[in-house]
């Protein structure tokens, strides 16, 4: 865990380039801004080279695509590998949607990713683990979290991030489990999406050490969450959203390191 | 008026897929996951089927539609019938203009849907009653609300929600008027568009009772709003969006039979 | 600078037509309605004219357009100018990618806006002067700011709006500064996106004359958005952009007077 990650990017205010989900788009970009990096969003393929040339990392979001982003998205995968910037992707809905699955399946063979992000249904449905998942959430299953993580970072060689209560980090050897958080995250719909991009923030500054920066994103936003549903004291999803982009901009890593809790 | 659809609702969480409006999809989306269901959004035909199929109720909203979508939105109204699932359309502006309401008439043709949920000029227009609407809002006529409500339950064969100031809503032959709410709604712009979206999720569980699901909708939705107002004593739109949140989330059926006047 | 257009437009509620950027359109169309305009957004082209005939003043952003939607920009910018309508154009990021720069200039050829509202970096990009860019930020270059904004003003016949810790308002020989303001705006995501549509609501009401509602908004924007950070007393950018609309509801001319700084 490299909590001085969070220094550095404030420092540094990398750009991070998105596919976004729309649904959740402006939320992700104030998140980005709020922690300390620069977002960016393009819909236009034409675009695509300047933009990846411009940032110095690539979150791909699959919440809402159309067969013409896939192509955009690819392009800009393929690109980013081309250029060296690290790529963070969050299969939305793959658990619940076989037409995502095969997808995000697919766009995993066009370029390599540095890390996943998803939910124990999303991340169970790439490992091809059974794991029963229900719409957008999580889904009830039974398997082994671990494991299942595991065997995704090893099935796409990249780190993997299944979100939780626990968040499981995974670079398919090594194991490490972010245990802060808040239930309010799972209230408010673009949580999951917002950790995706910031991981790229993390990442745009992590030397190439992708492990450290999904461990210390999932940290950093864990406890930033955790931190404000403490001030709350009430299960309030609108106040949550708003306090929680105030604390990632204000959030400090004695703040983070007083509660941190993971092995 | 069924309040105890609220507590069934939170109990069973159900999935709502959305057509959104792209303005406001963020809002809505929250709205459905604070009230207690579970909010699925959708950009891509091919995955329509398996969208419909996992899903409880459909909202269909029309606010910035495109040729493209038009034919998304026929495609998932017309699944939405062969699984037996309840509809809501929100027929954004098409008061306003015409080149909407001819896109609106024609998918009124093509499925049949639960639920129309619109202001006063919208319906209006859809019910061919002379009504000067602007923009998107209400307008002013002079019609009488209760009948331009009604005329277009018997014209569609469906519910209707004409919402304002009081909301009424009427099955083609009953009528019900909702009258908590508070002015704070006009000037959140994506409160209609909740409204419609939250109706499914109420409708989500009112084993095919469409109107009882449209009235106590309404009726929560009103109320809560209403509370919130009262709670802020001051005209505070940024505010009343955060807090309307909350207040969906926590609201209690006992909550709002204390301030319920409806006829 | 003419403070009572705010009192203006608040009686006349004037509609204004908007070309969105997806990342902030639900905050643009707060904004707009908390000011005390109309906003209607539209993305299908076939709705262009009735759109442009029931609007007062069109907003043109390119934050996040594609190929198909310039052909929508460039109908709706015509279709304004022939029936008279101010047209206000947010050239975002242009100073960064030259795709965007090319489009951007191509339309400014196709249609004559009244205003153009971006930072230095973006301004300077069209006014051709060298100036590093860098995001959608405004970078930090050495050119002086005051010519900059004229001689982007004089090459496109129209008002600019240099944003910017100080705004620059020129019209190609005169020129106005703003020096209201809060850092907080850059922390959020929206705020550039939000003035630009405010500068289509007074220009709405200003008869014509684009330089007094350019430098009124300006003036109203910047003035509520650093009563608000005065408010606040920390940099909280959730609760600062959730309170900007209610100041942008509730700020009077009185209130704006007091703390007014503009030469």
Same mark, same amino acid.
């Given at each position: 865990?490299?909590?001085?990650?969070? +220094?550095?990017?404030?420092?540094? $205010?990398?750009?991070?380039?998105?596919?976004?989900? %729309? *649904? +959740?788009?402006?939320?992700?970009? $104030?998140?980005? $801004?709020?922690? !300390? =990096?620069?977002?960016?969003?393009?819909?236009?393929?034409?675009?695509?080279?300047?933009?990846?040339?411009?940032?110095?990392?690539?979150?791909?979001?699959?919440?809402?695509?159309?067969?013409?982003?896939?192509?955009?998205?690819?392009?800009? =995968?393929?690109?980013?590998?081309?250029? !060296?910037?690290?790529?963070?992707?969050?299969?939305?809905?793959? =658990?619940?949607?076989?037409?995502?699955?095969? *997808?995000?399946? @697919?766009?995993?063979?066009? %370029?390599?990713?540095?890390?996943? @992000? !998803?939910?124990?249904?999303?991340?169970?449905?790439?490992?091809?683990?059974?794991?029963?998942?229900? =719409?957008?959430?999580?889904?009830?299953?039974? /398997?082994?979290?671990?494991?299942?993580?595991?065997?995704?970072?090893?099935?796409?060689?990249?780190?993997?991030?299944?979100? /939780?209560?626990?968040? *499981?980090?995974?670079?398919?050897?090594?194991?490490?489990?972010?245990?802060?958080?808040?239930?309010?995250?799972?209230?408010?719909? /673009?949580? /999951?999406?917002?950790?995706?991009?910031?991981?790229?923030? %993390?990442?745009? *500054?992590?030397?190439?050490?992708?492990f450290e920066a999904a461990q210390t994103a999932c940290l950093v936003f864990a406890a930033s969450g955790q931190l404000v549903a403490e001030e709350l004291g009430a299960e309030l999803p609108g106040t949550f959203s708003m306090k929680l982009m105030d604390k990632l901009h204000l959030v400090t890593?004695?703040?983070?390191?007083?509660?941190?809790? %993971?092995?």
């Amino acid at each position: 865990m490299k909590l001085s990650l969070l +220094t550095k990017l404030r420092q540094q $205010n990398p750009i991070v380039l998105n596919i976004s989900n %729309f *649904v +959740t788009v402006q939320d992700v970009a $104030n998140g980005i $801004n709020a922690i !300390g =990096g620069s977002p960016i969003m393009s819909e236009e393929i034409a675009e695509t080279e300047a933009m990846v040339q411009m940032s110095r990392a690539v979150a791909l979001n699959l919440g809402a695509f159309t067969e013409a982003q896939v192509a955009h998205i690819r392009k800009m =995968g393929r690109l980013a590998n081309e250029y !060296g910037k690290p790529v963070i992707l969050d299969p939305v809905a793959v =658990g619940a949607v076989k037409y995502r699955l095969e *997808v995000a399946q @697919r766009l995993l063979t066009d %370029f390599q990713v540095s890390v996943i @992000r !998803g939910n124990a249904g999303e991340i169970a449905a790439l490992a091809e683990v059974d794991w029963a998942a229900k =719409g957008i959430d999580a889904g009830e299953g039974s /398997g082994d979290l671990v494991e299942i993580a595991k065997a995704a970072a090893s099935r796409y060689h990249c780190v993997v991030i299944l979100s /939780g209560p626990t968040d *499981v980090i995974s670079d398919g050897k090594n194991v490490v489990k972010v245990e802060n958080g808040t239930p309010l995250f799972q209230l408010h719909v /673009g949580s /999951g999406d917002m950790l995706s991009s910031i991981v790229g923030v %993390f990442d745009a *500054v992590a030397d190439g050490d992708d492990f450290e920066a999904a461990q210390t994103a999932c940290l950093v936003f864990a406890a930033s969450g955790q931190l404000v549903a403490e001030e709350l004291g009430a299960e309030l999803p609108g106040t949550f959203s708003m306090k929680l982009m105030d604390k990632l901009h204000l959030v400090t890593e004695a703040d983070i390191e007083k509660i941190a809790k %993971f092995k």
